[in-house]
């Protein structure tokens, strides 16, 4: 098995595990039950973890909310801006290729009164900042766009946005789940309001995240989502996921370690296998010509359908360009709305690379796509070269 699906989904690091275990069994007390052994040594643990998010982005560790994962971060920045702020305000920008996470959130606060404007995108899923600024009216309080896309890894002009947004005293909330551990994300430098990121993303466990809420100089107040327990200040009840946590904590950490020589390493894998598979006739990487994630290759193979290919490599995992997350067949709405006809956003593959990918992986990879992709053309009937 060639697992080439990173964006959906990364195996845990053996390292983070290992950090992990012990909140299981030995220390397994409740963090806000600080009166005892227990307690403090899972207090403890959930200080150091936010203390390692805080560092990967260069936060402040207050500026950290745990949460259940990306998309529960997403619905608190975005629903507890618009609770707090809709006397001021009932007007978010946001963009059409966005993660669902995003998209549904805010088709649910449409339906309670708010006006979205969604941006679009060119050929390569790059937003115009004109047709960012053009949205903004007195009425818009937020600007919710991703840092990099989970489909094509497209990044976004993360720090120009959040300038535009600070000149206009907008918030500026970024969906950051793709782009963090596989490139360098500074909320320092970005100078973003809040930041959206996932445990499962960056070889840490699923069930957690994080949302960085920006503390310094204008103090964003949010409604919180869960009420009860008055963990997180507040922010966020429940009592703390504390081998989550710190799963969460040192897969940071890791990722802080690994940064420069893990993305060097699979920028090099990607373009090998980019290059391979665009040696096939008839095949285009969507977003080709973008500044883009170091491990995404999202590419056509045209007039075989995706579907098809991924049963003929039952071995292989990738994703393929339907809407994945409802199991339906319907092409992806990001490259539609990147214009690709149905057939070639049918033909799409996206492959994801990650930190436990080898060179011989991808020899492999090519050697049997080459084979199939071969195989199914020549049973196709539209297929003549
Ligand atoms: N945003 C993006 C860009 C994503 O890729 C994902 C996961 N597919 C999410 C949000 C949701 O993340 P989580 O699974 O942690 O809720």
Known sequence: QIYLDNNATTAVDPQVLEEMLPYFTTHYGNASSTNHVFGKKASAAVVRARERVADLLEAKEEEIVFTSGATESINMAIKGV????????????????????????????????????????????????????????????????????????????????????????????????????????????????????????IYGPKGVGALYVRKKSRKIQLEPLVHGGGQEKGMRGGTYNVPGIVGLGAACERCKELLKKDGKRIAKLRSYLESALLNIDETFVNSGDAKRLPNVSNIVIRFIKAEQLMANLKNVAMSSGSACATGSLDPSHVLMAMGLDKEDAHSSLRFSLGRFNTEAEIDLLIDMLNQKVTKLRGESPVWEL
């Open 82 to 201: 618009f609770e707090r702020y809709q006397s001021i305000g009932n007007h978010i920008i946001s963009c059409v290729s966005e993660h669902k996470s995003v998209l549904d959130v805010l088709r649910a606060l449409e339906k309670k009164g708010a006006k979205v404007t969604y941006l679009s995108v060119d050929k390569d899923g790059n937003i115009d900042l004109n047709e960012l600024e053009e949205a903004i009216t007195d009425e818009t309080v937020l600007i919710s766009l991703m840092f990099a896309n989970n489909e094509t890894g497209v990044i976004h002009p993360v720090k120009e946005i959040a300038e535009i947004a600070r000149d206009k005293n907008i918030l500026f909330f970024c969906d950051a789940t793709q782009a963090i551990g596989k490139i360098p994300v500074s909320v320092k430098e970005i100078g973003v309001d809040m930041m959206a990121l996932s445990g499962h993303k």
